[in-house]
């Protein structure tokens, strides 16, 4: 599930001998001089990652470990310095890409679990993961104040697409961003917002590919199917 339009897309392998690994992996090499702004377990906050991976394990995931785990997973893919890595139990062969004008977004969708950002703490949500993972490339560099936007963008953009699909919520309690552009440069762009030109192409770009990998999602699990445990919006 690829677009040709789509530079330096990721690589899909398969990572043996890591205990809790057991899926492919979805991972790619960053270019240098870039720095990115990242929600991910391995590589969170404002930094300059030299590779992005995102590792699919399973639904009974037991390892409290997670950022060894991811780095014991870079380690055989050979990755070195640092990186954002994810976790996911959704496919990640599965993966939707989408680009506008110079945004690229790679999303892998598992939707076994969504719920509204503001729900409250006394729903027993059931224990199913689902997780929606990006990766967005802008060709500009960012402020510090637009990447931190960017992130509210993609993030409005994903909830957008779900809204849409008539999903029962904004999204998982286990979702991840990861976004990346050049570093430097006297063309910094200081906004990052929804109607900025920047954070426009980057929500076209993130609803597409979410919208792409929720369809997939929903069709390869029909109202029934053991993963799909919605809750009614009305309970």
Do not use: F
């Not at 330096?8 to 979805?26: D, N």
């Not at 992005?52 to 390892?63: C, E, G, I, K």
């Not at 996911?88 to 999303?107: E, H, I, K």
Request: net charge negative; charged share 20%; proline share 9%.
């Amino acid at each position: 599930m690829n677009a040709p339009d789509i530079p330096q897309l990721p690589e899909l392998t398969t990572v043996r001998g890591v205990s809790g690994s057991r899926g492919p992996v979805l991972w790619c090499r960053l270019p240098d001089a870039h720095r990115a702004i990242s929600t991910a377990v391995l590589g969170g906050g404002i930094g300059a990652p030299r590779w992005w991976a995102n590792v699919q394990v399973d639904r009974d995931y037991h390892r409290d470990d997670p950022i060894a785990h991811l780095r014991e997973v870079a380690d055989r893919l050979e990755l070195t310095g640092p990186g954002v890595g994810m976790l996911t139990a959704a496919r990640v062969d599965r993966w939707t890409t989408s680009s506008d004008n110079g945004v690229s977004t790679v999303a892998t969708v598992g939707l076994g679990l969504p719920v509204p950002a503001a729900a409250p703490d006394e729903i027993d949500w059931w224990p199913m993961p689902g997780t929606i993972n990006l990766l967005v490339r802008l060709p500009v560099p960012l402020s510090d104040a637009a990447l931190v936007n960017a992130v509210v963008t993609a993030t409005e953009a994903k909830t957008q697409a779900l809204m849409e699909a008539d999903v029962p919520g904004t999204g998982t309690s286990s979702d991840a961003v990861c976004i990346v552009c050049p570093a430097g440069g006297k063309a910094t762009e200081d906004y990052g917002g929804p109607r900025s030109r920047w954070g426009a192409r980057l929500a076209r770009s993130v609803h597409r590919a979410v919208a792409a990998g929720t369809a997939d999602w929903i069709d390869r699990h029909p109202p029934g199917d053991e993963h799909r445990r919605w809750r009614d919006r009305s309970g």
